[in-house]
Each structure stands twice: as C-alpha cells, then as structure tokens.
C-alpha cells in the first residue's frame, strides 16, 4: 500500500492547564491531553497526519491569548510550519469567545484547520464548518473591519476626487487615471432631466420624454442589454451628487475632478422635484442593506409583520421597519416607522440576560450540538456587549435562533419578545 497520493498534514497539539496544582505529580493533566491528541493523530495517519510538535501552557488562563506557549505556535501557524492545530477541548485554546473567533477568522484565512478531538470538532470538514455557524457569526464582525479596511482604500479615490469604482454614472465615462469624462451625446440629457424636474415634471413624464426623444438608454452592467428609460432610473439620476460636481463616499461629500453638468442650484431644483413625485410602488430592501429583525416584528398597533424601508442622503442609509399597512392598498394603519438601529440594540441588549437562561441554552444547543453551554453563555453576554460593533448578518442570525416573534412599541417604550420553547 502506499500513501503517496495522500496529502501530507502537518499536525500540532495545544496543551493548556489553568493552575500549577498537581503539576509535582508524575503524569498531570497536559501529559494527559497531549497523549490523546498524539493517539488521535495516530489514528489517521493513514489520511496523511503527521505530529510535528506540540506546544503547552501552564497556570495560565483560557481568558487571555497572551500565553507564550499559544503565541510560539501562532507564529509557527503564520510562518506556514503548521497545517492543522489539534486539542483536547475547545476551551484549551480560548475561554473569549470573541478571541476565539478571530483566531478561527484568521485560521480560516490561511487554510489551518482546527480540531476538537473530545468535541467531535474539525473545522477542515464540511461539518465542522457547520458547526462552527453560530460563532462565526461573531467572526463577522472580524469581517467587517477588513472590509472598512478595503473602502478605506475606496476612500482615498473619493477623497482625490475620483470615481471609486464600478461602471461609470450616465452622462460620463472612465477617462485617464480614473477621473470621470463627460459623453456628448448624454450630457445633454442629464441637464433636460433637472431642468423638468425642477419644472414640476414628473420622473415617469421624464422617462417618456426620454423615451421619445431617442435619449442613449441608461448604462447597464457588463453583458447585460441596455433596456429602455424608467421612472425609477430617472430618480437615480436626479439623487445623484455627482452631476453638481461632487463625489460622495462613506456620508462625506469631495469636490470631484470631473466637470458637473448641472450647478448646485440646478441639482437642487431638480432633486426637490423629484422628492415632490413620491414613489408609487412599494420601496423594496436595498441589496446591500440587512434587516435582522426582519421577518420577527410585528406591528403593536395592527399585528401585521412588519416590513422594510429606508430613506438615504448625504451617503448615509438610515433603515426602518415600517408597518405593512401603512403603504400597499389599505392604507390601514398609522403606526409610525421603526427607527431600526435603535430597536435592535434594544432587543439585542435583552440577550446578556439570556446567557443564564436554561431554556435558551437548550435551544441553541439543539441547533448547534457541538457547542458547551459555556460557549453559547459567552457568546450571548458578548452580544450584548459587541452589538453596536456587531454586523447585521450576524445579529440576524442570532435573533432567529432565538425569537419566534418581537414587538416593540415605541412609544410606550415596550418591548415583548416571543421565544422558542424547548
Ligand atoms: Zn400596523
């Protein structure tokens, strides 16, 4: 038989004991752990494991990553020495959560994978990846600083005056060092819209006429045919602060290096005419904008779920949850909209007194069986901590594990959640 074809796998064992106790003794707890990995890897050499060091820590606590036995590790990890890190139980490696996290993010990034051996935990396997959803979710808000670390990036275009990137608005094309050219047979176009606009016109009227008059159709992404003029798309037009001249980015507003096509009186004049033309269909979500609460509330005044909304200017998206019934035909209700940020730090802060809370622990533990009730306490408590630095697809996805139903009043200040029972 041979092992040729089978990768190899270069494995570590982490080893951590809190206190000194017992250590005088012959055989201590970390001989223990550390002859459990070793067997566990030996059990699998024939999927290519191989042991090529272990790493320990004594009379230290789970609660800090400062351990100079986790840190030599670490750095071996980052040089590339080590493909897969193997411990007796979760809690050796973290006690924090949040720590726990944004080792596993960055383990995740360099391809290592951990394993759990008393926890059935491997995160190399699609199971283990699964297991593992719940605390990365918290991982996500790792995620998030990357990612502002990428606009920043963005950020210094705007700043220069520059297009930050994406097909160029219509009425411009992508000229020398990413400065934005006007198009002469657009241009034109752009300044009829504001000046109808501001006429009173409405943007369905704008559309028509642009329609007629054989206007060059809206820009479309990549391999996708250009389709005719709409109201809708003459809206965004007319919302954009780029045709006075500016580039907005992240809710600043830099005087941009491409010509306007309209002044700032002329912008203004037309933006408020489309303001005067309220939308007929219903707003729909933004793409990129997550609700976590969404599909969980309800209305206090009429019962009905609550949907979705959001009003944006200056660069900054300000999102809601509005009451069904307030738009589509009945127009049955008058409850005003839900201030979203506000609501959800409100119920999010009611999950520090979950982490105590039996039932709930059962019920994340049910969904996520490879958790230990400490993890899912940590995590809990952390939430309620991290929730204004917490993403929105991780809020969301602790707010339906746990809640069937939330209603808020706000102006009664009252909030009454409906959970899961066991
Ligand atoms: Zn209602």
Same mark, same amino acid.
């Given at each position: ?51 090529? *060091? ?25 040089? *590339? ?84 990137? *994406? ?33 009173? $016109? ?10 007629? @008059? ?15 003029? /709409? ?16 580039? @907005? ?20 004049? *037309? ?52 009451? =069904? ?33 039996? /039932? ?28 204004? $630095? ?15 139903? =939330? ?13 899961? /029972?066991?």
């Amino acid at each position: 038989m041979t092992t040729d074809s089978v990768p190899d796998k270069r494995c570590a064992i982490y080893a951590r004991k809190s206190t000194s106790q017992g250590m005088d003794q012959q055989y201590t707890s970390i001989d223990a752990q550390i002859d459990a990995c070793a067997k566990y890897v030996e059990a699998h050499m024939a999927d290519g494991w191989r042991l090529v *060091g272990s790493y320990q820590d004594v009379a230290i606590s789970g609660g800090t990553m400062n351990r100079p036995g986790l840190q030599e590790m670490l750095r071996h990890v980052r040089e *590339g020495k080590i493909d897969t890190i193997v411990t007796y139980k979760l809690d050796r490696i973290s006690r924090s959560i949040r720590d726990f996290a944004n080792l596993m993010y960055e383990l995740d990034e360099l391809g290592v994978g951990l394993v759990i051996i008393t926890q059935n935990f491997d995160t190399s396997s699609p199971m283990g990846k699964l297991c593992i959803n719940f605390l990365s979710s918290f991982a996500e808000f790792e995620r998030d600083m990357i990612r502002s670390r990428i606009r920043d990036k963005a950020s210094a275009n705007a700043e220069h005056g520059l297009w930050i990137g *994406g097909s160029p608005p219509y009425g411009y094309k992508l000229g020398d060092k990413r400065a934005l050219v006007p198009v002469e047979e657009e241009a034109p176009f752009v300044r009829d819209m504001f000046r109808m606009s501001a006429e009173g $016109h409405s943007p369905q009227k704008i559309a028509a006429y642009l329609n007629e @008059s054989g206007a060059p159709l809206p820009h479309t992404r990549q391999n996708k045919s250009p389709l005719p003029w /709409t109201p809708e798309k003459v809206r965004l037009v007319l919302q954009r602060r780029l045709y006075a001249g500016i580039i @907005s980015h992240g809710g600043k507003e830099y005087p941009g290096k491409h010509e306007a096509l309209v002044s700032e009186a002329e912008w203004r004049a *037309g933006r408020n005419g489309v303001q005067a033309h309220p939308t007929q269909t219903r707003r729909k979500s933004h793409p990129d904008i997550c609700y976590p609460l969404q599909g969980l509330l309800h209305c206090p005044c009429c019962g009905r779920k609550m949907g979705v909304t959001y009003s944006s200017g200056k660069g900054t998206v300000h999102r809601y949850y509005t009451c =069904v019934g307030r738009t589509g035909r009945r127009k049955d209700c008058k409850y005003p909209n839900l201030p979203a940020a506000e609501i959800e730090r409100v119920v999010a802060a009611q999950l520090v007194d979950y982490a105590e809370d039996e /039932t709930v622990l059962s019920i994340v533990r049910a969904r996520y069986p490879q958790l230990t009730s400490l993890d899912i306490r940590e995590a809990l408590s952390d939430a309620g901590e991290l929730v204004g $630095h917490m993403s929105h697809p991780a809020l969301k996805a602790i707010f339906h594990t746990l809640f069937k139903g =939330v209603v808020y009043d706000i102006e009664e200040n009252e909030l009454r959640i409906e959970r899961y /029972t066991a």
